[in-house]
């Protein structure tokens, strides 16, 4: 798919800056800012639709993990350590 993309002159001056004296092209440059560009929505979108699935998991079941087990389980494992996931606890909305 051919695509044209006008730049505003300002953009179009740091680009340039940006890839001068490295073996990229601007092109080359732009192709890869909209494929990270991309991944980071379709992460955000995925993030998204697994937050909802969750939060109407739990609606639906009245069961939800606590705020303070979630955090003591991801400071053992930001430790390095193995740790127990949490229990799924009764909740009321």
Same mark, same amino acid.
């Given at each position: 798919?051919?695509?044209?993309?006008?730049?505003?002159?300002?953009l179009?001056?740091?680009? =340039? =800056?940006?890839?001068k *004296?490295?073996?990229? =092209? +601007?092109?080359?440059?732009?192709?890869?800012?909209?494929?990270?560009? @991309?991944?980071? +929505?379709?992460?955000?979108? +995925?993030?998204?639709?697994?937050?909802?699935?969750?939060?109407?998991?739990?609606?639906? @079941? *009245?069961? +939800?993990?606590?705020?303070?087990?979630?955090?003591?389980?991801?400071?053992?494992?930001?430790?390095?350590?193995?740790?127990?996931?949490?229990?799924?606890?009764?909740?009321?909305?």
């Amino acid at each position: 798919m051919a695509v044209t993309l006008k730049l505003p002159p300002e953009l179009k001056d740091r680009v =340039s =800056s940006v890839v001068k *004296g490295t073996d990229k =092209s +601007a092109h080359a440059f732009m192709v890869e800012a909209i494929e990270q560009q @991309t991944t980071l +929505a379709e992460k955000r979108r +995925a993030f998204v639709a697994d937050a909802r699935k969750a939060l109407a998991h739990a609606m639906r @079941t *009245g069961k +939800a993990y606590t705020l303070e087990d979630v955090k003591a389980y991801y400071a053992v494992r930001a430790a390095g350590k193995p740790a127990r996931r949490p229990r799924l606890k009764r909740w009321r909305a």
